[in-house]
């Protein structure tokens, strides 16, 4: 079973006000579009993610992993069918499934995107959308007064993603794909039944200027932000090398330890179970315990990013410094860097290793050994 997911963002947006469309606005530190897509990578289910833009704005997204963005029309169902057309031509010939979201819906949670999926691939349903009952009492309103009341029974405020079989939804569009408030309309022109499951009263659509706000309210709600902190000293010892964030240096000296004695990822170990209050690494890899007698440290750093990740938790940035006064740490910090990103399944602009000497004073002056300190940030996914 595969599935894909179409984001379109190829609209102006004039709406929401401001200077670009509302895709690429700020919110939250981030743009509209980026949480889109971030929620959607979110899934593991999920495997190519297609976003659709408007062609002049290609250049504004960088296409990475399972992301590719893709040139749009100039109607949604127009980018929509170029999106579907874009799996289509992909190697595999098209997912079996396809889940088809507005990147203004930028506060979509992974849990909807699931439910939608999941209703998809384990039911005999070949459409399933989102959408909430409305609750208000309906009016008509002509020249500030009511007009007429609208019976609410069996309404439904529709959302995305909706989901569909992938060629299904693809023929759906090549026969009847003449412009469509959202695919569900395509869809059922082309008879298909499409079951409705309980869509998110957070997952709103940017569209008026003071969404903004309501989103940003919600996306700050919905993160969870942990930082720990690590701190490891080991002492010199007779050696040829010290091993310091994975990378071995030419020194007159070792490090003594019952491991590798890599200071600069045990300290980065513990700040990243210290973000997740999972103890030290002390109680994970106990010293008394003749498993880990000269275990090389990125045993304990895997441990740590495993557990982190089975919590829901990515790493957005770590930070480590090393305090000696030799060897000098400069030449091999980016090495340290790529070596620490590789291990924490990050980008190296995450990482960063730097040095400092205490001034010959203290141990770390007397160069008895190396002190290191670590401060890793997580956010919950
Ligand atoms: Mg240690």
């Not at 408007?54 to 504004?60: K, Q, S, T």
């Amino acid at each position: 079973m595969t599935c894909a997911a179409i984001i379109v963002a190829a609209g102006q947006g004039n709406r929401a006000g401001g200077e670009l469309p509302k895709q690429w606005q700020p919110l939250a530190g981030r743009r509209v579009i980026d949480w889109t897509v971030a929620a959607f990578e979110a899934v593991p289910e999920i495997g190519e993610i297609v976003v659709v833009l408007r062609p002049g704005d290609l250049d504004m997204f960088d296409s990475r992993g399972r992301v590719r963005a893709v040139a749009g029309g100039t109607t949604r169902t127009q980018s929509v069918r170029l999106g579907l057309d874009a799996l289509n031509a992909s190697p595999s010939s098209g997912p079996d499934y396809v889940l088809i979201h507005d990147a203004a819906r930028c506060c979509i949670r992974p849990d909807l995107i699931r439910t939608v999926l999941s209703s998809l691939t384990e039911g005999a349903a070949i459409a399933v959308a989102p959408a909430l009952p409305v609750t208000d009492a309906l009016w008509r309103g002509r020249n500030g007064m009511v007009c007429g009341t609208v019976d609410r029974t069996d309404l439904c405020r529709a959302q995305t993603p909706q989901g569909f079989a992938f060629r299904k939804i693809l023929t759906a569009h090549s026969e009847h794909g003449v412009d469509a408030a959202d695919d569900v309309e395509i869809a059922r022109r082309a008879g298909m039944d499409v079951q409705i499951v309980d869509g998110d009263v957070q997952n709103l659509k940017i569209t008026q200027p003071g969404d903004f706000d309501r989103a940003e309210k919600i996306l700050r709600g919905q993160m969870d932000i942990r930082t720990g902190t690590g701190y490891d000293v080991h002492r010199f010892g007779p050696g040829g090398h010290v091993i310091l964030c994975g990378v071995a240096i030419p020194h007159d000296r070792g490090l003594q330890g019952h491991s590798d004695a890599d200071v600069g990822m045990h300290a980065l170990t513990d700040a990243i179970l210290g973000a997740i209050a999972e103890g030290d690494i002390g109680r994970h890899f106990p010293p008394s315990d003749p498993r880990w007698k000269g275990a090389e440290s990125h045993v304990f750093l895997d441990h740590a990013v495993t557990l982190a990740t089975e919590k829901d938790f990515q790493i957005n940035n770590v930070d480590v410094t090393l305090v000696c006064e030799r060897p000098k740490i400069g030449p091999f910090a980016d090495e340290m860097r790529k070596t620490l990103a590789k291990i924490l399944q990050i980008d190296p602009s995450r990482v960063s290793v730097k040095a400092t000497t205490s001034e010959r004073l203290g141990f770390a002056g007397r160069e008895e050994g190396i002190a290191a300190q670590a401060v890793a940030t997580m956010v919950r996914t």
